[in-house]
């Protein structure tokens, strides 16, 4: 059995983005989620389930992962995990020395607050059960799968500014 392309924990606007055939199967079931400013944050789940039901998420889901398969489509592209800069590696590599956890990997926290992710780091020795990891610049990341749709695509910056300093979630390529 072939795996599916799609679980519906991916984010809806990386899902109309990468694969062609999504808003028209969107549009079939009447979700309207192309022209909508939330789907850069909704997961399809929860899109979805949200404002229709469990049974039309799974409906639509079905169409996807079928339409998918026809058309040899396996995964998003376009979703990254997240990554650090140069600089961020050299503060975290800073502040894992002065805390005596060299060799820790990065935990990272992203919460909804009111659209907007807000965002908490702290080091870890291993990720928690269910957590996602990847690796950048030598440091392993850990995050929950919660967090991933605030995370997908965006680097971890440090800024140095004269007003304040500190971590910064930035868009890929902005």
Known sequence: MTKAAFSGD??????????????????????????????????????????????????????????????GFTHLTGAKPPMLTKAAKAKIDEFQASDDKLGWGLKVDAMDNLGEPNYFLDFQKTPDRGDLTTESEGIKIFYSPESARFLRNRQINYVVTDEDEGFRFEMVGE
Not at 28 to 40: K, L, T
Request: hydrophobic share 45%.
């Open 10 to 71: 991916e984010i809806i606007s990386d899902i109309l983005l990468d694969f062609a055939e999504a808003q028209e199967i969107m549009a079939s079931h009447g979700i309207a989620c192309a022209g909508c400013h939330i789907n850069q944050y909704e997961t399809l789940r929860e899109g979805v389930v949200a404002h229709y039901d469990q049974a039309t998420f799974d409906r639509v889901l079905a169409d996807l992962n079928e339409a998918a398969a026809d058309s």
